[in-house]
């Protein structure tokens, strides 16, 4: 077996290949070429001749079982004989159809990107909200434990909050709408609301100002803070 260069395409074929693998061009001797060209470049030029797009001719070829580079090579001798009558020449397509490379990514995976992104960034933008929340609660000169110590006031405010209220249960406290300042050196003054059920099971929002002292121990348990003051205002 020997490897030569296709006529139509130049790439490497076997001697013993029917087809080109590469542009389909058959093996067939000059001959049976020579009658099988004249037969279809009078057919094609007619077709050409009488306005015919040579996309359209080329279709009808191809549905024929004409390889692409054989029907090509038909239009282009038609489109030099139509030339060479003082015509303008006609578009000749390419003998094969050019390999497309393949797709970085499919758009689902792209759009998967996308939303990977935009949770990234809303997440950068909640830590970032709830650090300057953190910042401005507690007194303007206090360090991290005084800031940890005001967190710890607003939630023992609310254990206050909800034994004044009608049902406890239904208690619903902002996450991050509050307010906490410091008075003196361990009395703290949180600002905030509550929606819970009155009596009837409708819910309604209150207002509350509560000032609480720590004491000592851990700040986590509530019999290390002592109430001082709670103003309750419903809306």
């Not at 290949?17 to 001797?29: L, S, V, Y």
């Not at 851990?218 to 290390?224: E, I, L, M, V």
Request: aromatic fraction near 8%.
């Amino acid at each position: 077996m020997a490897i030569t260069q296709c006529r139509e395409c130049g790439d490497k074929v076997s001697t013993e290949a029917a087809t080109c693998p590469h542009c389909g061009t058959p093996e067939t001797t000059r001959q049976s070429e020579e009658v099988l060209d004249q037969e279809l470049e009078d057919w094609v030029y007619e077709r050409i001749s009488r306005g015919w797009a040579t996309p359209r001719v080329l279709d009808n070829l191809l549905a024929r079982k004409i390889p692409r580079a054989i029907a090509v090579r038909y239009i282009s001798a038609a489109a030099d004989r139509l030339e060479a009558t003082g015509k303008d020449r006609p578009y000749v397509p390419p003998p094969y159809t050019p390999r497309r490379k393949a797709a970085k990514g499919t758009p689902s995976t792209q759009a998967w990107s996308c939303v990977g992104c935009l949770v990234l960034i809303l997440g950068t933008v909640l830590i970032l909200t709830m650090f300057v929340m953190s910042s401005n609660s507690g007194s303007a000169g206090g360090g991290s434990e005084d800031r940890d110590r005001g967190n710890m006031a607003y939630f023992r405010c609310q254990d206050n909050v909800k034994a004044r209220l009608r049902s406890p249960s239904t208690a619903d406290f902002p996450f991050l709408d509050f307010q906490v300042t410091r008075r003196g050196t361990s009395a703290y003054v949180v600002t905030s609301y509550v929606d819970a059920q009155n009596a009837f099971g409708a819910t309604i929002r209150s207002n509350f100002v509560c000032t609480i002292e720590y004491q000592s121990g851990d700040d986590a348990d509530p019999r290390s803070w002592n109430l001082i003051d709670l103003t309750m205002v419903e809306r």
